[in-house]
């Protein structure tokens, strides 16, 4: 059974989005049980670099705040013989299939929301909320 890095708002970083962010990529990389191939190309690609990384049973996530999933953005999945699967933002979108973990970044990143920035650092309802200023 796989395990869940649920968005924290802290992460044990300083408060600013970039250590937030940081902070959550450099544990994914750490983890002996992820596909660091995956995480590597992933950290490697600067729009999903400024979202927040999450996983959960070995699958790789992205979230637009810190504190809370936003479910607007593709995901990927691992398929048998290496391969990969990238949905969503459900598990009933597909996106397309990749035979490597390059290819499965640039589906997640094809499939980016309009105007998709770095990730908030708070809950979902600090996306959206009017005067807001989005970081630098």
């Known amino acids: 059974?796989?395990?869940?890095?649920?968005?924290?708002?802290?992460?044990?970083?300083?408060?600013?989005?970039?250590?937030?962010?940081?902070?959550?990529?450099?544990?994914?990389?750490?983890?002996?049980?992820?596909?660091?191939?995956?995480?590597?190309?992933?950290?490697?690609?600067?729009?999903?670099?400024?979202?927040?990384?999450?996983?959960?049973?070995?699958?790789?996530?992205?979230?637009?705040?810190?504190?809370d999933w936003s479910w607007d953005v593709p995901f990927v999945m691992h398929l048998p013989g290496g391969r990969y699967l990238v949905v969503g933002p459900s598990r009933s979108q597909v996106v397309g299939e990749a035979?490597?973990?390059e290819e499965a970044v640039a589906l997640v990143v094809g499939g980016l929301p309009p105007g998709c920035g770095p990730a908030v650092v708070g809950r979902l309802d600090e996306l959206d909320r009017p005067g807001r200023v989005p970081p630098t």
Not at 22 to 45: P, S, Y
């Open 99 to 101: 035979d490597t973990a």
């Open 1 to 67: 059974m796989g395990s869940i890095d649920a968005p924290s708002p802290t992460d044990g970083a300083e408060p600013g989005q970039s250590d937030v962010v940081e902070a959550a990529w450099q544990r994914l990389l750490r983890r002996e049980d992820m596909d660091t191939g995956l995480v590597r190309a992933a950290h490697a690609e600067p729009l999903l670099r400024q979202l927040h990384p999450s996983s959960s049973h070995q699958d790789l996530h992205f979230s637009r705040c810190t504190g």
